[in-house]
Every structure is written in C-alpha cells, then in structure tokens.
C-alpha cells in the first residue's frame, strides 16, 4: 500500500467507537478469531466505566492513510506498576502500549512511534506490550497457537506481528503459556492418590463460591490472589474498586461448582476459579447480541452444555508456597472441578493460563496431569533513550 500514514490521537465517544470498530475490522480478517461483543470493548475503553482508569494515563491512537484507517495502538501509563520494583517487570519509568493492529509494517512502526513518543512525553524511560490495557485483561501477543480459536478472555493476533514489533527494536521481556487439557482422560495413579490423601485429610476442605454472598466471596479470592501473586512478574494488585467491578463482570458466568475455595483448618488458603468458554456461543452469534443473540446467549450462560472450560486464576497463599500441600490443594481442586465439569456440562476440554513461563511450579502441575502447551504469548520491551 502507497501513501503517507498518519497518525491521529483520538479521545471521546465517537474517537473510542472509531478506535474499537478498527480493531473490530481487523480481527474479522482472522480465520480463528471470535467477534466479542462490542458493547464490552467499549467499556474497557471508557474512563468512565472502567475502574483501570482510576489509576491510569492514556491515549489512543488511529493511523490513517488517506481516507482509509489502517492500524491502531493505546499508549497508557499505569502509576500502580511505576510503584512496583523493577525486577517485577515494570516499576519506575514503565510506560505501556497495546490494542496494536496494523495493516503493514510501515503502518506498525509508525504507531509504535507514536505511542513511543507520548509515553517518552510523559516521562517514561521504557516501553512495555502488548498489554491492552490492564495486566489483567488481554497481556502479550499471540505468537504461537493462531491455528485454533481463543478461549473466554484471550486475544488474538496474526503471526506477522511478531515480525513487525521486534523489527522496530523490541526484545522479549516475557513469555505466558497457556496449557491444553483433555479432561476425558483420567489423570496419572500418582496424582489420584496425592488427591485421595487430601481428601482424607480432615484439615482440608473444599467449598463452592457462594453466590449468595458473592462480593465477599469476590473479596475473599482477590485477596488470597494479591497475596500469593504478590512476587510475580508483572503483578499489580487490584484496588477495591476493580474488584467491585470484576465481580460484577464474572457473576453471571459463575456456576460454584466449577470454582471453588480451598480452606485449611478452616481459613481459605487456595482458589481455582474457572470459566465457561463463552466463545462457544459468541462464534455462534457473531458477536451480535440483536436480534436473537441475547437470548442464545442468555441460555447458554444458564447452562453451558458442552462448552470448553478455562481457568484463568488460582492462587494459594505465599506461606504454603513451596509446599507439599499447595500442589495437593491444586490437584484436588483441579480434579473435583474436572469431574463436575465433565457430568454436568459434558465438557470435553479445558485450558489453563496464563502461566509464566518461569513459574517452575504450576508448570509442573499442568505437566503432571497430562496438559501440553498450545499457545504462547509474547510482553515485548524496548528502551525510550534518545
């Protein structure tokens, strides 16, 4: 393509829905991926209704050339993550971009330029994506698994912008792998009698969420998370008001028996939550919620027959890290959830991740019951110095 890119800020209702339906357009050109709703991009982008925004900076960009746009980009600025050591991924002078869809490498540049430019602007010394927008929504570039659809909560991206990012200078910061389990197949006789001893263990119990009193159960999985997520790379803890808002979010989608909290001498240590994939439907809707959509969706979300399963969050607490008894917790949760999974909504499959791909441990307990890796998403980084 011929011509000369340029780049627009953009900001408002109309520069938002511009800034989401170009992101709309391009994922449409991807043979797996799956169009989410659009009401739900909106708000992630909306300060007003995003709670991220709370503590965030931002600016979100259009390139344009011609009469045609052809790419986008957010450059954002979380001040939680400038609080946090270096050695965790951000820290002071960590600026961010995300939500990068380009129509060619010179439209990729240009917009990495720009998000660049602004994050040096606002006195960064570093840029770090793709994350779009919160560590908690969509983290890293897809760059192996594009031959089959994401799960609940995943983004999606051509191979080529692997490619066009680590051409305009970016190395690899991190990799997060995401495992795939066949959950028709039983797990391994070490692992059943690590789950049998637990189960006869009189110290550990598992329960259901209570939807019931869901915002204290919301309360309760946030701050096992905080705690054991607390040294991770990348980790920025939730504030109160994000929290109200996931919760807000998930409930619909949570069916207790499939999340769970683990307690130890009756004090809840461990969480596993997990997630219908609701891709299933919104592949079959379209993404569209009108006409009909609606009500297919509203009755898959009653029950969700035969859908994929993902685990997107466990945590237990720092003081069992490093235990025999944090793998056990993890082990029973992940085998009572696989059962309920498979005799009440038929579920053949289920993914686990993100998981860095540092974190010896979890990646052992995605080995151990037989999952295998089946995307990897990449966290670029590059220096701003002049």
Known sequence: MNGEVVIDPVEGK??????????????????HAVPQLRGEQLELVDPA????????????????????VVGRISAHIDRLALELPRQQGFGPGAGMFGYFDAADETVAHALLRAAEDWLRGQGMDRAIGPISMSI????????????????????HHPEIYQHWIESAGYARAKTLLTYDLDVTVGFPPLIRRIVQSGQRNERIGLRP??????DEEVETILAILNDAWSNNWGFI???NAEIAY?????????????????EVDGKPVAFMLTLPDINDVLRKVNGRLWPLGWLRLLRWMR???????????????????????????????????REVAIAEYQTKRAE????????????????????????????YERSLAS
Do not use: C
Request: proline residues 6%; without cysteine; positive net charge.
């Open 303 to 337: 029950r969700p027959s035969g859908a994929g399963m993902r685990v997107p969050l466990m945590g237990v607490r720092r003081e069992l890290h490093n235990s025999r008894l944090a793998s056990q917790l993890a082990f029973m949760m992940i085998s009572q959830i």
């Open 14 to 31: 109309r520069g938002r829905a511009l800034f989401v339906d170009t992101g709309r357009r391009f994922a449409s050109r991807e043979p």
């Open 209 to 214: 969420v209570d939807l019931s009193r869901w």
């Open 49 to 68: 209704k995003n709670p991220f925004f709370g503590h965030a900076a931002h600016q979100l960009f259009v390139a344009r050339r011609g009469d045609a």
């Open 246 to 262: 996931a919760g807000k979010k998930l409930k619909p989608i949570i069916h207790p028996q499939i999340n769970l909290i683990a």
């Open 237 to 239: 803890p939730f504030t």
């Open 136 to 155: 908690w929504e969509e983290p890293g570039l897809l760059v192996s698994g594009q031959d089959h659809a994401p799960m609940i909560m995943m983004g």
């Open 352 to 379: 686990i991740g993100w998981i860095l791909d540092d974190n010896q441990g979890m990646k052992a307990i995605a080995d151990a019951i037989g999952s295998t890796v089946n995307r990897e998403y990449a966290i």
